[in-house]
């Protein structure tokens, strides 16, 4: 009997240390999330285009409603003029971590739902038709946070130390395996400031430090590799890429990007290298350096052009810096 009691005292003890353990892990977890809430690095506003926009726009988005498919093909460089974009219906986060003695790594999955429209219009502006594709897709990121050796000024134990690219995509048919960022000199050639490429990419820890840092108005280049082994849609090399950048959906802009050794700076034509050029923007007003987000959307052609052809979308996702000098 009394080894029984001791038995049931020690499981007791173990078993009150395992809940302290678990109170003190969703204590941390909490403060973790916090700090990602308030992070202007983390977030996924911005990733959306609250339905179909032209290719490139900075905001005033309109009011996307569509109506059912209806199975026809409107060729590029046609007649039609395109206007696309995602309307995000719902975002879920999950994140699972791990605990070191004072470390947590994060692995966080969104999980987002919602529509890619497209409206093709003819020369005269008329709309003449309207899909909407429903798609769901997955968009990973891991973030490893420290302990601070003391409590910071806001009351915080922890800080963000590194953090992998963000990864999404639908389909297996299109990759991104390749970002370079590149900065104008003073003699005119490229400089490389920022490199990252697809093996092990969720693997690959970026510090705060290290992300691709730019002057105001100098001059960026951005080079995108994609593959795209066999194109649903015979047009060009097959897919479009795209550049979303800025702060939340009320400031943000998409850009496309060039493949046809002409336009943007791209260099050898139908080469699965997509290439733009900018000068880059300032960080607001009151701001001497701030930290943006950067999205990069390669697309199949079938998914814009063909309105039967599911959503085949891969995108990358990753902020920057941009400091006044
Ligand atoms: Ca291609
Ligand atoms: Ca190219």
């Not at 219906?89 to 004072?102: A, G, L, P, V, W």
């Not at 395996?177 to 920022?194: G, R, V």
């Not at 951005?222 to 194109?231: F, G, K, L, M, Y």
């Not at 336009?263 to 050898?268: E, K, M, S």
Request: hydrophobic share 40%.
């Amino acid at each position: 009997m009394k080894n029984i009691l001791y038995i049931l005292i020690v499981a007791g003890l173990v078993l009150t240390s395992c809940e302290d353990k678990q109170g003190t892990y969703a204590a941390i977890e909490a403060e973790l999330e916090e700090l990602l809430r308030n992070d202007d690095a983390f977030g996924m506003d911005g990733f959306g285009d609250e339905g179909a926009v032209s290719e490139e726009y900075e905001e005033g988005l309109e009011d996307a409603s569509a109506k059912l498919l209806t199975g026809d093909d409107y060729p590029p460089d046609s007649i039609w003029h395109y206007r696309f974009g995602r309307r995000i219906e719902s975002f879920n986060r999950d994140i699972q971590y791990t605990h070191e003695e004072d470390e947590v790594l994060a692995d966080i999955t969104w999980t987002i739902e919602g529509l890619f429209i497209i409206k093709v219009f003819d020369t005269t502006a008329t709309m003449i038709d309207s899909v909407a594709k429903e798609f769901t897709n997955n968009f990973q990121r891991k973030i490893r946070f420290e302990r601070l050796s003391t409590v910071d000024e806001n009351g915080r134990e922890w800080r963000v130390k590194e953090f992998t690219m963000g990864v999404g995509g639908i389909g297996e048919k299109v990759a991104i395996t390749k970002l370079e960022y590149f900065i104008a000199t003073e003699d005119s050639t490229w400089d490389s400031q920022f490199i990252m490429e697809s093996e092990n990419v969720l693997e690959t820890f970026i510090s705060r430090e290290d992300i691709p840092t730019f002057p105001m108005w100098s001059l960026v280049k951005v080079e995108v590799t994609v593959s795209n082994e066999d194109p649903i849609y015979d047009y060009r090399s097959g897919e479009g890429v795209l550049m979303h950048f800025g702060i939340d959906r009320r400031h943000k802009a998409r850009r496309r990007m060039f493949d046809d050794g002409e336009h943007g700076g791209d260099l050898v034509p139908l080469n699965n290298v997509f290439t733009m050029i900018r000068l880059m923007h300032g960080p607001g007003w009151g701001h001497d350096a701030r930290v943006f987000r950067a999205f990069f959307d390669v697309m199949d052609y079938g998914t814009l052009f063909q309105t039967q052809t599911d959503v085949h979308t891969a995108f990358w996702g990753l902020p920057y810096k941009c400091v006044r000098p």
